[in-house]
């Protein structure tokens, strides 16, 4: 497959020489794949092109909040007239209330909501909430769930006893993750210990509802419920990290979908429209805790940034249309139909395994079952590059990494469905040979 790629390299290089690894989120670095990054130009519906004017099917969705497809008309004309009357105040807006209102309608554990600019800032502001309100300092999250990089959350399993984590990065003192206890992901037995065992002590379970960050893994049925159970007997809190699921999986996110109550939901990602904006929400009860009204501090010079909420607010109307899940629903499960068969017909069912939950989407080269972070990684990379190129290669965008999600979006229709899924015939033909 001949590709042009002289202008991403040059870009390529070019970045490089003034910003680390030429990037500024290391994922985008292509280092599990190898290569060179496509370096985009332009968006519109399901399709990037790049700046060798290659176009790709999109399914990196920039990882999770194009769930409309790139620069939806609606989107971008509200946009467009909210940086006119100015792009930020350091006052109250209406136009926070009309997203937190959008929010607390759409998540019923929702009431109030507190605004900020990213993921990380969410989850971090969550997990201080949480042990602001219970006055506790022990949180517990899974190994292989990701939160974002905020210190205390940057753990892995240490050698020693299993819940104690270590620093997954230097530069994260061992004090920042002293209080962070890890479970693997689907095993309730595990938090239940760790919850038995510091009695008393634990402010928060932390958890992807649908992890999405070790490629996709589903809750095992009543893992969910379980946690639900656990933290209410223990007088901990739940809190769902939703920034990756809220508005993805249902208006209502994960939570919605599978009918379980969190008392904290982090949101992020969809939430922002594109824009960078992230949101912790929970009962009025719980989020009295945060300042002003409370003593739990949290701030941010652009939380709640006008043309942000005004993007988020676009994004949240579309997706309240009628239909809109369902749809996406059905072009999620032709495009995974057509991998599946795509893989069987390179003769390698039972050696790869799919996962799907809505439009999250995953193929594990690894034989099934992939429940948690052990099993995820035991996934042929080599086999996975493969795969990624030969689908780079026929102008399929794929997330450069074995672990991420793929994320299909309501712009994708049949031409770009018909695409993927010819692409996919070759590029499992192509991953064969090296499983
Ligand atoms: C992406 C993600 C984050 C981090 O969000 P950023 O906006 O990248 O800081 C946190 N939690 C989950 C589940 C995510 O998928």
Known sequence: MTRKTSNSQAAFERARNVLVGGVNSPVRAFAAVGGVPPFIAKARGARLSDVDGNEYVDYVAAYGPAILGHAHEEVVVAMAKAVRLGTSYGAPTQLETQLAEAVAAAVPSIEQVRFVSSGTEAVMSAVRLARGATGRSKIIKCVGCYHGH???????AGSGALTLGVPSSPGVPAGATADTL?????????????????????????????AGNMGVV??????????RDLCTR???????????????????????????????TTLGKII???MPVGAVGASREIMKNFSPEGPVYQAGTL???????????????????????????????????????AAAAAGLQNRVTFHRVGSMLCCFFAPPPVVDYKTATASNKAAFAAYFHAMLDRGVYLAPSQFEAMFVSAAHGSAEVDQTIQAAHEAFAAAAKLL
């Not at 909420?309 to 057509?338: Q, W």
């Open 150 to 156: 905020a210190d205390s959350l940057l753990v892995q």
């Open 182 to 210: 890890l479970a693997p992901y689907n095993d309730l037995p595990a938090v239940r210990a760790a919850m038995e065992e510091h009695e008393a002590q634990v402010a928060a379970m932390l958890v992807e509802p649908v």
């Open 218 to 227: 589903p809750p095992a049925d009543g893992y969910l419920q379980g946690l």
């Open 234 to 264: 223990h007088g901990a809190m739940l809190i769902f990290d939703e920034v990756m699921t809220g508005f993805r999986l249902s208006l209502a996110g994960a939570q919605g979908l599978f009918g379980i109550r969190p008392d904290i």
């Open 272 to 274: 922002g429209g594109g």
């Open 303 to 341: 939380s709640g940034n006008p043309v942000a909420m005004t993007a988020g607010l676009a994004t949240l109307r579309l997706l309240r249309e009628d239909g809109f899940y369902e749809n996406l629903e059905k072009t999620s499960a032709a495009i995974d139909a057509g991998l599946r068969q």
